[in-house]
């Protein structure tokens, strides 16, 4: 079919690149990850306890076998495990902040049977022949979508997905307040669990494709920098690089469970916004100690691209504040 010349207008986006031009496009990571462990035939998948379930259950959906590691406070592995043929080990670069570790370490002892899951670290450069798998909506305004970097060769034709039922939550957050609108947002969050694979749709690669990836790492980059002078004698959470990294979030690790939620409820109710990262691990019996308690301690703070130093010095003085009085 010819491509139409008049008409109405589409949405107006600017004619920006890809953050990353040669990854394999999908509506999801996570579908980027199931088309990746049935192309290449794995046999089990090693995983963190401490990951959310949408990794074990797309390993379970192409009949890949998981076996689970601990982590330590560090967020790195306790200990390295032998992979046996048809295994892969995957690691979650957590928050974006384990560069390093996964450059010196990981990626030198399990060379191309290592898969790095960059869902949180959407400005980590994937590292030559390393499977990498990317999350761009966990760090900028896109419905849906995911990228694998480094995919291996194989047949990745895959139907296109479509997102024009994906918009609400966007749009409405655009015009009005986001609580208004966070069933829209939950209700793309369930759909995307339920989709099969399927290639990133023209309107979410045309978004992504138009966004000003260097002022978006620069704004994250300085913000972590304010919350780590401001909050880092309270973290209980080590982590943070000498370097500047565009973060996900700040991660705030504090002592107790009900210290966590009290500062969380009184954020709150001043709209201030925190996410529950992977609750589900508290209640599973097998989780490690440390895993347990890094779901139930850890406020991962916003950092993003829409807030300045302003913003970061209001939202450390809130939580200095609530901690001075629990």
Known sequence: MPDAIGGYFELELRQGCSLYPQALAFNSARSALKALLGNIGTRRLHLPHYVC???????????????RYAIDLQLELEHLPTLQPGELLLYVNYFGLKDRYISDVLAPHYRERLVVDNSQGLFSTPLPGIKTLYSPRKFVGVPDGGWLANAPPGDWQLPQSQSMTHFAALLGRLEGAPEQHYAAFQKVETELDRAPAAAMSNSTRRLLDSLDYRSISARRMANLGVLGKLLGARNLLHILPDTPTAALCYPLLLGTPEQAQAIRQRLLAERIF?????????????????????????????????????????????????????
């Open 53 to 67: 379930h949408a990794v074990p259950d797309a390993a379970h959906a192409v009949g890949v076998d998981v076996a």
């Open 274 to 326: 925190i996410p529950c990262y992977w609750q589900e691990v508290i209640g599973e019996p097998r989780s490690p100690n440390v895993e347990r308690h890094l779901a139930s301690c850890l406020l991962p703070l916003p950092i993003d691209q829409r807030y300045d130093a302003t913003h970061m010095e209001r939202l450390a003085d809130r939580v200095s504040t609530f901690l001075a009085t629990t």
